[in-house]
């Protein structure tokens, strides 16, 4: 999961974060980088948009990076 948590994440930051189990950062994520575009869009506010977008980039990929590896929940009737 932490591979295409990645990938996505690349595309898309915060729908990896949110693909490999970190919700509450992954909301986080989605809600900066639309911050961040939004003031891309702005001419005025861009230095502060651009370092937002790469800095939200850049948490994002690390943190679909560092995600604990999935595990299989066991049931009673698996053992």
Do not use: C, H, Y
């Not at 679909?64 to 299989?72: L, S």
């Amino acid at each position: 999961m932490r591979v295409l948590g990645i990938i996505v994440n690349i595309f898309f930051p915060g729908v990896g974060t949110l693909i490999v189990g970190k919700i509450g950062q992954g909301i986080a994520q989605l809600i900066l980088i639309v911050i961040a575009i939004f003031l891309d869009w702005t001419v005025i506010l861009e230095f502060i948009g651009i370092p937002l977008t790469i800095g939200t980039w850049i948490w994002a990929l690390v943190s679909a990076a560092t995600a604990p590896p999935v595990t299989k929940l066991t049931t009673s009737e698996d053992s």
